[in-house]
C-alpha cells in the first residue's frame, strides 16, 4: 500500500510542478506580447535636447553635495558637543 502512495505522490508531484511551469512560460508571452502592444501604441519620447539633461545632472550632483556638506557639518558639530 505505501508503494502505491508514493506512486500517487509522485503523480501529483509532476502535475504540479508542470502546472506551474505552463502557467509561468504563458506568463512570459503574455507580457512580452504586453509590452509590444504598449510600445506599439505609447513609443518612448525622444528627447529633443542634450543640454537639458546636463542640467538635471547637475542639479543633482549640486544636490548630492549638499546633502554630503549638511551630513559632514553635523558630525563636526555632533564631534565638537562630545
Excluded at 506551474?20 to 528627447?47: C, G, W, Y
Excluded at 542639479?59 to 554630503?68: C, F, K, P, Q, T
Aim: hydrophobic letters at 50%; a positive charge.
Amino acid at each position: 500500500m505505501e508503494i502505491n502512495l508514493i506512486a500517487e505522490s509522485v503523480k501529483f508531484l509532476i502535475l504540479g510542478m508542470s502546472t506551474v511551469f505552463m502557467f509561468l512560460v504563458l506568463m512570459v508571452f503574455v507580457l512580452e506580447l504586453q509590452s509590444k502592444i504598449i510600445m506599439k501604441f505609447f513609443p518612448p519620447k525622444k528627447e529633443e535636447d542634450s543640454t537639458a539633461c546636463n542640467s538635471t545632472s547637475e542639479l543633482s550632483r549640486n544636490g548630492n553635495l549638499a546633502v554630503v556638506a549638511a551630513i559632514a557639518a553635523s558630525l563636526k558639530s555632533y564631534k565638537q558637543s562630545k
